[in-house]
């Protein structure tokens, strides 16, 4: 079955400070991967996906994931983080096709201080 | 472009009483329709699926009970409300022939008292 692992339940940081959250999954099969934020009393809102070609992801907001086969990560970076980037994020994955559970990692809460 | 629309967003009930959510989907046809639980401080905990209308399937034990009346419809339910049952309730969908991504209601807050 699929697992989806985030390392990190809470990253503090600094406003404009570079930060990484890390994702790892688990399978023997092709995968999609997502990351998803959710801001307080929000629902969640996907910020970028990997579906097939280039390793590198870019998504909203000035966030991008790579995709690395061989460590099977999937971890979402952000060159300098504002206030505003405060929020959950959760990163997904499913086998593939549209007809497939998404599994769902347990969640970072990003806290940016200023 | 595809809509996606909860309520209520809050609810405030008693325990014993009954539940209703509702979801609905605009500008897709035949979605697979989820809901999901987060309970505080906890992440996502898939609830029910539905790949058409009439077909609920679920994944954990509980007294919550799904129903696909329509094709773009989704309502959860309880006939009896436990303390446990509060949370934050969030309906997605997912495209019938798309990457596989869920897109997400605004959530429904619940609070059982």
């Known amino acids: 079955a699929q697992s989806v692992t985030q390392l990190d339940s809470q990253v503090p940081v600094f406003e404009e400070a570079p930060v990484e959250l890390r994702c790892n999954y688990s399978s023997s099969v092709s995968v999609y991967l997502f990351w998803y934020v959710q801001y307080p009393n929000q629902g969640l809102q996907l910020l970028l996906k990997?579906?097939?070609?280039?390793?590198l992801v870019k998504g909203i907001n000035g966030f991008e994931a790579e995709f690395n086969k061989s460590q099977t990560s999937f971890h979402l970076r952000k060159p300098s983080v504002h206030i505003s980037d405060t929020a959950e994020y959760f990163c997904a994955a499913n086998s593939g096709g549209s007809n497939y559970k998404l599994t769902f990692g347990k969640g970072t809460l990003l806290t940016v201080n200023p | 472009s595809q809509t996606i629309h909860q309520w209520p967003a809050t609810l405030v009930q008693p325990v014993g009483s009954p539940l209703s959510l509702e979801c609905t989907v605009e500008g897709t046809s035949n979605p697979n329709l989820y809901w999901y639980r987060q309970a505080a401080g906890r992440g996502l905990q898939l609830l029910f699926y539905?790949?058409?209308?009439?077909?609920i399937s679920s994944e954990v034990p509980q007294n919550l009970s799904a129903s696909r009346p329509q094709d773009r419809q989704f309502i959860l339910s309880s006939k009896k409300l436990l303390l446990s049952d509060s949370g934050f309730y969030l309906c997605?969908?997912?495209?019938?022939?798309?990457?596989?991504?869920?897109?997400f209601g605004e959530g429904s807050r619940l609070t059982v008292l």
């Open positions: 539905s790949v058409g209308i009439g077909q």
């Open positions: 997605a969908w997912q495209s019938g022939s798309g990457s596989g991504e869920l897109f």
């Open positions: 990997y579906l097939s070609g280039s390793t």
